[in-house]
């Protein structure tokens, strides 16, 4: 059994190194193993090793090189086990290929570390969410938008409302109250740019709302505690409820976008 490590340009036969093979042979010998059982044309390697600004005797070039392939293989033009003359076309590979990943690979995998491995098994990509319509996007993600601005904007408006029900949490409730209008400040504006973007098709979208990401997911965070300001009119369990959704919305304005058709942003 043969393997070719295409890294190093090694070939072996039953784990024992054979001649190491010349550049061009090599770029052959990888063409075919590319295509298993499929024709590589002559046009195909002139292009690939010999551009048009070599001035070479290509029949002959190509011939030597293909002389050091079949010596390799320890193959005949006459009786092939590897590699198929076909006249005037080209070149296929006939035996069984099988395509290994190279111990390097595997241990490069292997050292990944464990963060970046959970966050790419938390996190949804791109290919493990449905698609959905540009305008099913558009108004899912633009009512998240004006739900934030809603609070944003009543929160501001009752101050006094917010600052006496905080009263009575010590200097726990004042860090809260400043919090609660540094995030509305600032949340305002994100707000109208995200809903903007979206209004006016804002092809980059996506992946600006990826780099906010953190940012948002912060705000929102934050945000999603503020039902417990109405407990006493709403109760603890409705509370603890409107808390649960609204610590997913950040993660769902993210899928969103990742289901659009374009993937990488709302198309029109």
């Not at 006459?78 to 099988?98: C, D, K, M, S, W």
């Not at 707000?191 to 990401?213: I, Q, V």
Request: hydrophobic residues 50%.
């Amino acid at each position: 059994m043969f393997q070719l490590d295409t890294a190093s340009g090694e070939l072996r036969k039953d784990g024992k190194a054979r001649p190491r093979m010349r550049d061009q042979a090599l770029q052959i010998l990888t063409m075919l193993l590319e295509k298993p059982e499929a024709l590589v044309t002559r046009e195909e390697l002139r292009e690939r090793l010999w551009p048009a600004d070599t001035f070479v005797d290509f029949d002959h070039g190509l011939n030597s090189a293909m002389n050091q392939v079949r010596s390799a293989l320890g193959d005949t033009p006459a009786n092939p086990r590897f590699v198929q003359t076909l006249p005037r076309r080209g070149y296929r590979f006939i035996a069984p290929v099988q395509v290994v990943a190279s111990e390097a690979a595997i241990a490069a995998v292997a050292a990944q570390p464990e963060a970046v491995k959970a966050r790419s098994s938390i996190l949804s990509d791109g290919d493990d969410l449905p698609v959905v319509g540009n305008e099913a996007v558009r108004i899912l993600f633009s009512l998240i938008q004006v739900m934030y601005l809603v609070f944003y904007v009543l929160a501001l408006a009752r101050l006094s409302r917010v600052e006496l029900v905080l009263s009575g949490w010590g200097e726990r409730g004042i860090l809260l109250f400043a919090g609660l209008m540094v995030t509305a400040a600032v949340g305002i504006p994100v707000r109208c740019y995200l809903l903007t973007a979206m209004a006016f098709k804002y092809e980059g979208l996506s992946g600006k709302f990826r780099k906010l990401f953190p940012f948002v997911l912060v705000l929102d965070e934050l945000w999603a505690f503020t039902p417990f300001l109405l407990v006493e009119q709403m109760g603890v369990g409705l509370a603890i409820a409107c808390g649960a959704v609204l610590l997913y919305v950040p993660f769902s304005q993210r899928s969103l976008l990742l289901m659009g058709p374009s993937r990488t942003g709302v198309r029109r």
